[in-house]
C-alpha cells in the first residue's frame, strides 16, 4: 500500500490521526495533516483505509499493490 495525501485540501477533521497515529498526524499550527509513512506495514492497512473512508475532505489516497 502507498498512502498520498493533498494537505492543501485538509479540513483538520484529525479522524486519520485517531484511527492510525503511525501514519498520520497533524501540524501543530493549524491541524493539517501530516503523513508520517507513505508506505506503513500490513498490520496498518485496515485502518489507513478506514481513515481514507472517513475523512470528510477525501483528500487520504491509497494505491493498493
Known amino acids: 500500500m502507498r498512502v498520498s495525501v493533498d494537505a492543501d485540501k485538509c479540513v483538520a477533521a484529525g479522524q486519520c490521526v485517531l484511527l ?3 501514519v498520520f498526524d497533524q501540524r501543530e499550527e493549524d491541524g493539517v495533516v ?6 506503513p506495514s500490513p498490520e496498518l492497512h485496515d485502518p489507513v483505509r478506514e481513515s481514507a473512508l472517513v475523512c ?8 493498493e499493490s
Open 34 to 39: 501530516v503523513l508520517l509513512d507513505e508506505s
Open 20 to 22: 492510525a497515529p503511525e
Open 56 to 63: 470528510p475532505a477525501a483528500v487520504i489516497h491509497l494505491a
